[in-house]
């Protein structure tokens, strides 16, 4: 049962993905929003139609620009994403975000009742174009804005060098603070964000920067028998598996995994994901028998999925780790699986692995270190175990998403008052 509204009026959450989309970003504001409602809040979300697996728009999806759906608890409202085919074209992405930041925000002040007032607007980042978005439809709707940041951009593009004119740096960074500037409170996953967008707000703005962590479903996430269904349909045998899932881009220093492959002959490695260096990663690794590649997996059978790798790998390039937290960190210690990571020595992911015992990481980029480090991983099976058995014990402590949600309700109580 739902506990007591304090407030009659309406949250509006403005996303990019939602259920049954199944970006992880998706995943995570679903839940939020499902804890909010289970906290006594109408929700009414503005989101994009489902397109995340293929980069356009599933079947069953098309044929409208905008589809609204009532819930039980508010409403939902998808709208055309503008998806572009070639995920490479930076200039075309950026129209696509563009162009859905201006229709979700038309339907933004619609959605739950035309100009209704509201309690607050939730806008989520990235696409960084939403903090804009959020800001007009709270103006207008006269509630507070908040600005969700997942990763903090331009910062993760400019590392990665997928944005290089100085022009387009100068605008985006000019819109990441505004966006930063006009909200009533921006939430960040880590410290290291934290600083990040602290040391880009005046003085005065530094209480409105608050860490709220994601989280992950230790109740839909569970450790399961490492001889899956998966395995058997890849033919990876009952071996060892290497396993990387999530998101196949440029961000990802994915060809650490593709090193290990060929100093470690007898280990399966499996790249799960597509994305735009998937092409290239392919090329790197023709020859090698034991890398395998495989597209997305339906969300139903994501412990399945993460039960397949008896060790997981989670590459970041240098630098990366101060500006995003690679959400799927908490999957894999909820599968009860190791975490071999390259990341930034103290940021969000080292600090989570030191402080459970769940996993190992060495430094951004150290091929030697990382071959090392998955070596040993697989070669003591026993110790591997108890690192995941510690890793489900810490998020089951310290990730539920009951905490996360209640840190929301808590932030909009304090912005009400």
């Not at 990235?126 to 990763?151: A, E």
């Not at 490492?226 to 220093?253: C, E, I, K, M, W």
Request: contains cysteine.
């Amino acid at each position: 049962m739902n506990r007591r509204r304090e407030s009659k009026r309406p949250l509006v959450v403005i996303c990019p993905h939602f259920a049954p989309d199944t970006a992880p970003t998706g995943t995570v504001m679903t839940r939020i929003v499902n804890e909010l409602v289970h906290l006594g809040h109408e929700v009414h979300v503005v989101t994009a139609l489902p397109w995340y697996r293929t980069h356009q728009i599933e079947e069953g999806w098309t044929g409208r620009f905008v589809r609204r759906e009532q819930t039980d608890w508010g409403s939902i409202t998808r709208v055309h994403p503008f998806p572009g085919d070639d995920k490479t074209n930076l200039l075309r992405r950026a129209l696509g975000f563009a162009a859905y930041s201006v229709l979700a925000g038309v339907q933004g002040l619609v959605a739950g009742g035309a100009f209704r007032r509201v309690d607050a607007v939730i806008a989520m980042s990235p696409p960084l174009t939403l903090g804009l978005t959020g800001w007009v439809v709270s103006l207008v709707r006269r509630g507070s804005l908040v600005f969700n940041i997942q990763d903090v951009f331009p910062d993760a593009a400019i590392e990665t060098g997928a944005i290089t004119n100085r022009h387009i740096i100068r605008l985006a960074s000019m819109l990441e603070r505004v966006s930063y500037r006009v909200a009533d409170a921006v939430t960040v996953l880590s410290d290291d964000l934290r600083d990040n967008v602290i040391a880009k707000v005046s003085s005065d703005r530094v209480n409105t920067v608050h860490v709220i962590p994601n989280f992950v479903d230790t109740d839909v996430i569970v450790p399961a028998d490492r001889r899956t269904r998966h395995r058997a349909d890849l033919g990876l045998g009952d071996g060892p598996v290497v396993l990387y899932a999530g998101n196949v881009g440029f961000s990802q220093s994915l060809e650490l995994v593709i090193a290990a492959a060929r100093s470690l002959p007898d280990v399966e490695f499996l790249i799960n994901g597509d994305g735009a260096a998937r092409s290239s990663l392919e090329e790197q690794a023709e020859g090698l028998d034991n890398v395998h590649f495989s597209g997305y997996i339906e969300p139903g059978r994501l412990s399945e999925l993460l039960a397949t790798g008896d060790v997981h790998v989670v590459p970041l390039k240098r630098g990366l780790g101060r500006v995003s937290v690679p959400s799927k960190t908490y999957s894999i210690m909820a599968a009860g699986r190791p975490v071999v990571a390259a990341i930034d020595a103290d940021t969000a992911v080292p600090k989570m692995l030191d402080a459970s015992g769940g996993g190992v990481s060495v430094l951004p980029d150290d091929v030697d270190g990382f071959i090392e480090a998955v070596r040993v991983a697989v070669s003591d099976p026993e110790r591997a175990n108890a690192m995941g058995v510690r890793g489900r014990r810490w998020v089951l402590e310290n990730a539920s998403p009951s905490a996360v949600g209640a840190s929301y309700d808590r932030l909009l109580s304090r912005l009400r008052s």
